[in-house]
């Protein structure tokens, strides 16, 4: 029996089933992935913008030259529904497809994650919304991630709209949902226009943010958010400046894909929680509905956590010089600039979200229950006031 003293001391686990291959160059080992697997038939789910980019004509030249048939998919929307999935899934049947690669943001590799488990499971995908509701593995997926942003190459699971509810639908696995390889390429961001460059660079920011103060934090997901957090805030400003930037888009992949590490463990916050309702109700695409909320929910949470805000404050940048050693505010302050110099809108009313929704927003937020990870008890009242604020 364990003592009171050692039950405040939950056991904890963390992984990351995921082979990442990253660097300059590194979309040029995918011919090797596939030898080893003996896979020759491969489904390509592909972002529609980028059917004439250098990275997927570069892929696709490879993957025929060495073999390799291609089917290509690319009727993927940004927030992409049940109706998608099944259309894509049908494709991939007919060809009898032994392996899958998404080229993409997290819109494209969750559509993938989605489609290799209906491969390998059968159904519906809204059969298995909720926790680990599949117990066969998915089909073999390769995530090359054109965005900087979601992580999904790397975490637990993704995200699809009920079309019938609207609303989404997350399918988490801890072990089984991430892809088996990502390649973090910097060619393959190169193309991303500023404003999706920001948003997602934001929405990792949020990831590792979100994660490093989750109740649910360990020391491992703490080295590793501290880390991505360090690398996004110190390249996010270069990179959407100059998405040809390589070390700044290297840095941006990479801390994006350590924030998603690490948030499949720990879970999220009030920031995501506001964002899904945001997006279950207005076209405002996921990391600007992020980037929005994210100043409000830090703001509410500088009571829980003030020495984690602190820390946050010093890596932002913010010069805590004079200021009490509990200086978590400057934190709030620092994420207010880092938004504006990205050109965020500050307000939700500036993103076309209307007043008469923010109740159901509240509602949707609450129920959502965040507070599972959420470091401060947030009330459907306390929504409320924070879609207020934010409006």
Excluded at 26 to 38: G, S
Excluded at 320 to 326: E, I, Q, S
Aim: hydrophobic fraction near 45%.
């Amino acid at each position: 029996m364990s003592s009171p003293a050692m039950s405040a001391f939950p056991v904890s686990s963390f992984s990351c089933p995921t082979k990442i291959l990253f660097g300059v160059g590194a979309h040029e080992q995918l011919p090797d992935v596939l030898r080893e697997w003996n896979a020759v038939r491969l489904f390509v789910l592909l972002d529609p913008a980028l059917a004439d980019s250098v990275i997927f004509r570069r892929i696709e030249a490879l993957l025929t030259g060495s073999g390799v048939t291609l089917s290509v998919f690319t009727g993927i929307e940004p927030e992409p529904g049940d109706r998608t999935v099944q259309d894509a899934y049908e494709r991939c049947r007919e060809q009898d497809a032994q392996a899958l690669l998404a080229i993409g943001g997290g819109s494209t590799i969750d559509v993938a994650k989605a489609v290799g488990i209906l491969m390998t499971n059968g159904g519906r995908i809204a059969d298995y919304e909720g926790i680990e509701k599949f117990a066969i593995r998915p089909l073999p997926l390769i995530a090359v991630p054109t965005t900087a942003g979601t992580g999904s190459e790397v975490s637990g699971a993704c995200v699809i709209t009920d079309t019938a509810r609207k609303t989404k639908m997350a399918i988490r696995h801890a072990a089984f949902s991430p892809a088996q390889v990502a390649i973090l390429d910097p060619l393959a961001v190169g193309s991303m226009p500023a404003h999706v460059a920001a948003h997602a660079g934001v929405d990792a920011f949020v990831h590792a943010f979100e994660s490093y103060l989750s109740k649910r934090a360990t020391v491992f997901s703490d080295a590793v958010n501290l880390h991505a957090m360090t690398l996004i805030a110190g390249s996010i400003r270069p990179f959407v400046a100059d998405r040809t930037n390589v070390p700044a888009a290297l840095d941006m992949l990479c801390g994006s894909a350590l924030a998603a590490m690490s948030f499949g463990v720990t879970g999220l916050g009030n920031v995501h929680c506001m964002a899904m309702s945001v997006g279950a109700l207005f076209p405002v695409p996921h990391g600007l509905a992020n980037a929005v909320c994210l100043p409000y929910a830090a703001a509410f949470n500088v009571p829980a956590k003030p020495e984690r805000l602190a820390r946050v404050a010093e890596i932002l940048g913010v010069d805590t010089a004079g200021l009490p050693p509990d200086q978590a505010a400057a934190a709030v302050d620092g994420l207010r600039t880092l938004c504006a110099d990205l050109g965020i809108p500050p307000r939700l009313r500036d993103v076309g979200v209307t007043e008469d929704r923010l109740d159901e927003m509240a509602r949707r937020s609450y129920v959502a229950d965040y507070n599972r990870w959420n470091p401060r008890h947030t009330s459907e009242a306390d929504f409320q006031e924070l879609f207020r604020a934010a409006f």
